[in-house]
């Protein structure tokens, strides 16, 4: 039972374009959302979050977007850069039940970000 | 600057024959994770331990164990490897429990590899 899922395994933009990684959750107990970039050869670092009181966070070029009604959120990258090569992990937590404290992660998506 | 270290970076293992992998923190974190990986899929929570207290998830086959000698230090062993545990093993850190404001410290992994 994935309870965290991205359902594109890739995704190819070109440089300077926007690129957006969809996520979707069944677990109504989460109330705090991440995604992670993991390059390879190291592990995964954190690259933004967002909690279920807000429905958009930005940090830069990056903003995730959050709609709880649809259990469903989104990160986007504009513009992209070839250096966002990565996969990009969603991930969530809840602060009750069964999963308190602990990551549960979609199985990833891996960004290709073309000069 | 390394916080989070694993070792080896590539472990091959025998069928049957007992393997261990571990973990190190420069980091003074309460909180160390092993997640499990294989390929394609969602990196997958073992157990953690918050400070001394080990917490192992429902569905971690008996196969898998934990210690955490010190603060610093987190162990995995695989008594009995079998082909199916082959994957990448992910420790991580953070200081509370992850939520809003705990983030999670990876790293590097170690590809366990069983012939």
């Known amino acids: 039972d994935q309870q965290v899922k991205q359902n594109s395994p890739s995704l190819s933009v070109q440089e300077g374009r926007i690129s957006i990684l969809n996520c979707d959750y069944t677990?109504?107990?989460?109330?705090?959302f991440l995604w992670y970039k993991k390059y390879p050869a190291e592990g995964p670092t954190f690259l933004i979050s967002?909690?279920?009181?807000?429905d958009k966070n930005e940090d830069g070029r990056f903003t995730v977007f959050l709609n709880k009604s649809a259990k469903h959120l989104s990160l986007h990258i504009v513009p992209s850069q070839p250096g966002d090569s990565a996969v990009y992990f969603c991930a969530a937590v809840s602060h009750g039940g069964t999963s308190y404290g602990k990551l549960t992660f979609g199985q990833g998506t891996i960004l290709t970000v073309h000069p | 600057d390394a916080m989070v270290i694993q070792n080896p970076r590539y472990q091959v293992t025998q069928f049957g024959k007992p393997v261990t992998l571990s973990c190190s923190q420069t980091l003074n974190h309460n909180v160390m994770y092993w997640y499990q990986q294989k390929s394609s899929q969602a990196p997958k929570l073992l157990f953690h331990y918050y400070d001394k207290d080990f917490n192992n998830e429902a569905d971690t086959p008996d196969n898998f164990q934990s210690r955490r000698p010190n603060t610093s230090f987190c162990f995995l062993d695989i008594r009995s490897p079998g082909l199916g545990d082959a994957a990448m093993y992910l420790c991580?850190?953070?200081?509370?429990?992850?939520?809003?404001?705990?983030?999670?410290?990876f790293g590097s992994g170690t590809q366990l590899s069983v012939l």
């Open positions: 991580a850190t953070s200081r509370g429990m992850a939520g809003l404001n705990e983030k999670l410290f």
């Open positions: 677990n109504s107990m989460f109330d705090y």
């Open positions: 967002i909690s279920s009181i807000k």
